[in-house]
């Protein structure tokens, strides 16, 4: 009976030195994945007139490539399109899938098609696939970030109101919010954190999320320190604005919503028509396509179309 007292004990007090070693780990692993986070936000690439926290170190075997890319007008724009949709692509890892897709368009065109123009078209539009890839993540990320930043707004009034300070705010916003915001207001703070100035920490935020209502919100935060008041007020009166902003945005969505529709009828149906007739009728419209003035007439017709559809979204796309 005592062997197996002392047997059991020596397990027991085994598993415990276990846990509480893999317990350290864990824990150690997660202070210093928070380290790494916060200089990972703190060094990415800003605007030229914000200074970087962290001087970013170059490799020293750069390629041809990537230095031609950053040369370009095109690769600044490019890289701040990725980074405001929330990627870790790069400028010319970007410039080379569109490379990539217009050879292998143009390649399918002449095997298609076998005219010149054909080839040019396909490499257009299939080069043109991952650019729109990125500005389509960037939207939805911004209508997400315009979303959430009501509830953050908030959040960072109530917290202040409880006494906790402005900084610390920002931290238990980054902690509770769900990403996309949250993510940046982590980086937010870690960058203040690190030793940035407000103003410099704001302005790259400004930077990442370039909308009207987060303007506001920095211009509010930067006035406040400025001139003094209650900020956990201003901040409030913010997020009223931004939702009554949202509910009327809504209701001229809703009374436009008959001019997309006839939008959409006026694009598609001339479109459904003739693939209607090459069905039915495969003759019908082939005289026209081989005549030279019906060339002329369809091309007319396709551009026609073209600025029709643009025209009524203009319209419609009316500014709140």
Not at 20 to 31: C, E, I, P, Q, T
Not at 163 to 179: P, Q
Request: hydrophobic letters at 50%.
């Amino acid at each position: 009976m005592p062997f197996v007292l002392i047997v059991s004990f020596i397990v027991v007090f085994a598993l415990i030195l276990l846990a509480v070693s893999v317990g350290l780990k864990f824990f150690d692993a997660r202070r210093k994945k928070q380290v790494v986070d916060m200089l990972h936000t703190a060094s990415g690439e800003q605007v030229v007139t914000i200074t970087n926290l962290l001087k970013e170190i170059e490799p020293e075997n750069t390629g041809s490539f990537s230095q031609l890319v950053s040369s370009l007008h095109f690769a600044k724009h490019a890289q701040q399109q990725i980074q405001q949709a929330g990627l870790t692509w790069t400028a010319s890892k970007l410039l080379t899938m569109m490379g990539v897709l217009a050879v292998v368009g143009f390649l399918l065109g002449l095997l298609i098609g076998g005219a010149v123009v054909t080839a040019f078209l396909l490499a257009s539009s299939m080069a043109s696939l991952p650019y729109v890839y990125v500005s389509r993540k960037r939207k939805k990320r911004l209508d997400e970030l315009e979303e959430q930043l009501p509830e953050a707004l908030d959040f960072l009034a109530r917290s202040m109101r409880a006494g906790h300070a402005f900084t610390i705010s920002l931290e238990m916003v980054g902690e509770e919010v769900r990403d996309p915001l949250g993510q940046e207001f982590r980086a937010l703070f870690n960058e203040q954190n690190l030793g940035a100035p407000l103003e410099t920490a704001l302005g790259n935020f400004s930077y990442r999320a370039p909308l009207m209502d987060v303007r506001f919100f920095t211009s509010s935060v930067l006035l406040q320190k400025q001139t003094g008041g209650n900020l956990a007020e201003i901040l409030s009166r913010l997020a009223y604005v931004i939702r009554e902003r949202f509910r009327l945005k809504r209701q001229v969505k809703a009374s436009s919503a008959h001019g997309r529709l006839t939008a959409t009828i006026l694009t598609v149906l001339p479109v459904a028509t003739m693939l209607g007739l090459l069905v039915v009728a495969p003759g019908y419209l082939q005289g026209m396509a081989e005549d030279p003035d019906g060339k002329k007439l369809i091309a007319g017709a396709v551009i026609a179309q073209i600025l029709g559809n643009i025209c009524i979204r203009k319209i419609i796309n009316i500014k709140v």
